[in-house]
Nanobody, 121 residues
Framework: QVQLVESGGGLVQPGGSLRLSCAAS????????MGWYRQPPGKELELVAR???????NYADSVKGRFTISRDNAKNTVYLQMNSLKPEDTAVYSC???????????????WGQGTQVTVSS
């Protein structure tokens, strides 16, 4: 089995910064894309940022220039550096990974348990 374990959420004032981490462990042959999604209160789940195994990235328009996604392939870990946080960034942030458990199977999607980020004064 595969687990995605997130850390780094919390309460921060507007304009502040947080760094989220997500480590994948278990039966992993290789990881394709990893990413972060968020679900604000009463709203739909939305993509925040995504990074491929080759390092290509894409971001939601609302976070461009403020958030940076990166990954450490040796550690099977993805990070989300969030700067200039706004109250509208308040949400549960969830990590996602599309990965191969072995060389013979199709890739599978996995999700972390979610971590709360609250931006408030």
């Amino acid at each position: 089995q595969v687990q995605l374990v997130e850390s780094g959420g919390g309460l921060v004032q507007p304009g502040g910064s947080l760094r989220l981490s997500c480590a994948a462990s278990g039966r992993i042959f290789s990881i394709n894309a990893m990413g972060w999604y968020r679900q604000p209160p009463g709203k739909e789940l939305e993509l925040v940022a995504r990074i491929t195994s080759g390092g290509s990235t894409n971001y939601a328009d609302s976070v461009k220039g403020r958030f940076t996604i990166s990954r450490d392939n040796a550690k099977n870990t993805v990070y989300l550096q969030m700067n200039s946080l706004k109250p509208e960034d308040t949400a549960v942030y969830s990590c996602h990974a599309n990965l191969y458990g072995d060389r013979w199977s199709a890739p599978v999607d996995y999700w972390g348990q979610g971590t709360q980020v609250t931006v408030s004064s």
